[in-house]
């Protein structure tokens, strides 16, 4: 995964309190809509339960529908399987 730019406390302060979320937002901003590590989002995606949009090579920058994203924030069953799945990584 090409690394992209890491988001400070600061951006993820302000990710966390915008009023309209973009339609798609990266792995770092994916990660602080979740309350996961930005490295965790890798392994969830390789769990298929994270799909990125559209079909982007291994090494590419990764991108996530917001609502999608949403949606499994929401979810305790989701935000379950997504620990279980990291802790048995």
């Known amino acids: 995964m090409v690394p992209t730019k890491k988001l ?14 973009p339609g798609r937002v990266t792995t770092g901003e994916t990660a602080a809509l979740l309350g996961f590590e930005e490295h965790d ?12 949009l559209g079909k ?6 990764k991108y996530f529908a917001s609502v999608e994203v949403l949606q499994c924030a929401s979810d305790r069953e989701w935000l379950g399987k997504a620990t279980r799945a990291l802790a048995n990584y």
């Open 8 to 21: 400070n406390p600061g951006d993820i302060f302000t990710i966390l309190n915008v009023i309209r979320l």
């Open 41 to 52: 989002i890798a392994r969830l995606v390789s769990a298929k339960l994270l799909l990125p």
């Open 56 to 61: 982007p090579a291994a090494n590419a920058p």
